[in-house]
């Protein structure tokens, strides 16, 4: 009893935790102690780290307490509060067709790529779905995208790929407890167990949207990650709620922090009902919202373009990310349009000529040749020669072909356009798989013929 004493004045009148940990450690290995004394010293061995700012440690006195003294119910009362504990997620706040796009940026505000991520309802097999992607482009460009249950939460098919990357693209089905992959072009898929109630790693994401917004809730899950083919447990805590100012304006926020792997990662999500991503957090670098829009299926929305100053239609299952005027390059109008969850690149370019054409067409044809002699040069790309269009856009005059990359590409397809009107020209250029460039490259020509150069 006077050791646990000397420790509690240690703890509470002197502030020395450290000292206070010796004590309470010498008490919980004692064999004299009384379970009573040990638990209680347990629980204030738990507290110490917890003040200290060591939450694993605490985290894990506060876990051997409730293990090693079950009978002791009034301390593992008192431990509970400080544990996470199983929640059911509040109804998914995220809108049909729902777009956040954020800028990932360093201390120094050096731009280092965008992330986007996108909500919406599809039909798969039968059955209503919400298919949540992300998409980061940084030096590497990786999408991931899972489709997920809206009544049960449960995650059912995943696929992710990326630039880069020598899996070249994974696909896995949630199927009870177990989880059935397939990496690339393997004919047999792989199989690995899961415990029930497992969530996928892009879920984890979006469950910091349906956490309580109260402070000091947390909560352990497993988490699935597609890379590895195993779980690991992911610690989510609710800090408090802040005031957060990005591009988009000052947001009351909550800020949750999650611990997986030995590192925490801060999300900052609106304490309103749509609890929309405003900022991440990860090492040093910070991740901001840029741009949000929910878009009914089916419609366009109009991208405006300063630097060059020129306006397109695109559709609405299209993101647009206009890095024109990124790290102090000046001058350059640079757009990058992706079709969802999809792999395969879309860009926009835009220059400004000395001198205007004379001849709009002839000037478009010009800027075509070179465009595609520079992509024969870089990517070994082949122009089909039957494939060459001309048509008239009310922006000028627009030519486009198709051709192939070159045979390290496995196949790959390319669609350009270019439009040219005055002194001013935009190329759009479309590549990825055969299959999907025969689908997008119409809707690239309806894109430009949309187009439109603004006064200056």
Request: glycine share 10%; aromatic share 8%.
């Amino acid at each position: 009893a006077e050791l646990l004493e000397e420790g509690v004045y240690l703890q509470e009148a002197r502030g020395d935790l450290d000292a206070a940990i010796e004590v309470f450690r010498r008490i919980v290995a004692s064999d004299q102690a009384g379970r009573a004394r040990a638990a209680e010293a347990q629980y204030r061995l738990a507290l110490c780290y917890e003040r200290k700012g060591d939450k694993a440690r605490a985290a894990e006195a506060f876990e051997a307490l409730v293990r090693d003294y079950p009978d002791q119910a009034r301390w593992i009362e008192a431990a509970a509060a400080h544990l996470p504990r199983p929640f059911a997620p509040v109804a998914m706040p995220w809108a049909d067709g729902e777009e956040t796009i954020m800028k990932m940026r360093l201390p120094t505000g050096y731009t280092v790529g965008f992330i986007t991520y996108r909500s919406e309802k599809v039909e798969v097999d039968g059955r209503t779905l919400w298919r949540l992607t992300n998409r980061t482009l940084g030096n590497a460009e990786v999408v991931t995208m899972l489709e997920v249950d809206p009544d049960t939460g449960r995650p059912v098919f995943g696929y992710a790929t990326g630039s880069g990357a020598e899996f070249g693209e994974i696909s896995y089905w949630f199927e009870g407890e177990s989880v059935k992959m397939r990496f690339g072009g393997e004919e047999t898929p792989r199989r690995t167990g899961i415990a029930e109630g497992t969530i996928d790693n892009l879920q984890a994401q979006y469950l910091v949207r349906q956490l309580p917004l109260e402070p000091g809730f947390s909560t352990e899950q497993q988490v699935f990650v597609y890379l590895s083919g195993t779980t690991i447990p992911v610690v989510f805590e609710v800090m408090g709620i802040e005031e957060v100012t990005v591009p988009l304006g000052t947001f009351r926020c909550a800020h949750v922090e999650v611990r997986l792997a030995g590192q925490t990662q801060h999300f900052y999500v609106t304490a309103d009902e749509s609890r929309r991503f405003i900022k991440l957090k990860v090492g040093e670098v910070e991740i901001e919202a840029v741009g949000f829009a929910i878009r009914e299926r089916g419609e366009t929305y109009r991208v405006e373009n300063d630097t060059v100053g020129f306006a397109l239609e695109v559709p609405g299952d299209w993101t647009a990310i206009d890095l024109s005027g990124i790290n102090g390059h000046q001058g350059r109008a640079r757009i990058l349009l992706r079709d969802g969850w999809r792999p395969g690149e879309i860009v926009v370019n835009a220059r400004v000529h000395e001198q205007p054409a004379d001849d709009d067409a002839a000037r478009a044809r010009e800027v075509a040749d070179a465009h595609v002699d520079s992509l024969a040069k870089k990517l070994g790309v082949v122009v089909d020669p039957d494939s060459w269009r001309s048509f008239a856009v009310d922006a000028g005059a627009a030519v486009s072909c198709r051709g192939t990359i070159g045979a390290e590409s496995g196949g790959q397809r390319l669609a350009t356009t270019v439009v040219h009107g005055g002194n001013r020209t935009l190329i759009f250029t479309l590549y990825g798989a055969a299959e999907w460039v025969e689908r997008n490259a119409p809707r690239l020509d309806a894109v430009a013929r949309t187009a439109r150069f603004l006064e200056r």
